[in-house]
């Protein structure tokens, strides 16, 4: 068995088994989930997947250094660009992001463990029945929304970070039944 959200597509069953939920510790491929999840608000997970190489390409493999870098005109190329969701607002916050993950880094030493401070350092494992529905918020996902904004973060709303959690592994939400579970 696995988690039901992961049965509607091979793009999503392939996501599910192959990454999401699963630890993340390097700094670019959380900025990555991080940027990915933001651009979803209001989408289909789906929709994100698809375009997922396009995003990466558009974004320097998600190089925080070097998006933070970007100037406009780089950023009018992307909104140009189809293979990409062309959304101002969302494309203007992955490298706002970048900048306010540079300045975490910068403090913390990484973002990374910035992150997983917010977990002990270690995976919240849930215990989630199969037919219950991923929640969209939870108490950490508050906080983490809450100091993500306060470090000038944007599109870091709290369903939005406990996207993040989950897909970056820090919480563990895959349904007891989920061959991914353990």
């Given amino acids: 068995m696995r988690c039901a959200w992961a049965e509607h597509s091979d793009i999503e069953r392939v996501y599910h088994d192959t990454e999401w939920g699963v630890p993340v510790y390097e700094d670019h491929l959380i900025f990555e989930r991080f940027s990915l999840r ?3 608000a ?3 997970w ?3 997947l698809v375009k997922r190489e ?3 390409r558009a974004f320097h493999g998600f190089d925080i250094a070097r998006v933070a870098a970007m100037g406009d005109d780089e950023l009018a190329a992307v909104l140009a660009d189809r ?3 062309r959304n101002r607002l969302k494309i203007n916050a992955i490298r706002n992001n970048a900048r306010a993950a540079l300045r975490v880094i910068d403090e913390r030493g990484s973002l990374s463990a910035y992150l997983w401070a917010f977990v002990g350092g270690t995976p919240q494992v849930n ?3 199969g037919d219950e529905p991923l929640p969209m918020r939870s108490d950490l996902s508050d906080q983490l929304s809450e100091a993500l904004q306060q470090r000038g973060f944007r599109f870091a709303g709290t369903a939005i970070c406990q996207s993040l959690l989950q897909s970056a592994g820090l919480v563990n939400d895959h349904a007891v039944d989920c061959f991914r579970y353990r």
């Fill in 54 to 56: 396009s995003f990466a």
């Fill in 46 to 48: 789906r929709t994100v």
């Fill in 38 to 40: 933001a651009v979803q």
């Fill in 127 to 129: 215990a989630r029945r």
């Fill in 42 to 44: 209001g989408l289909a």
């Fill in 83 to 85: 293979g990409v969701i």
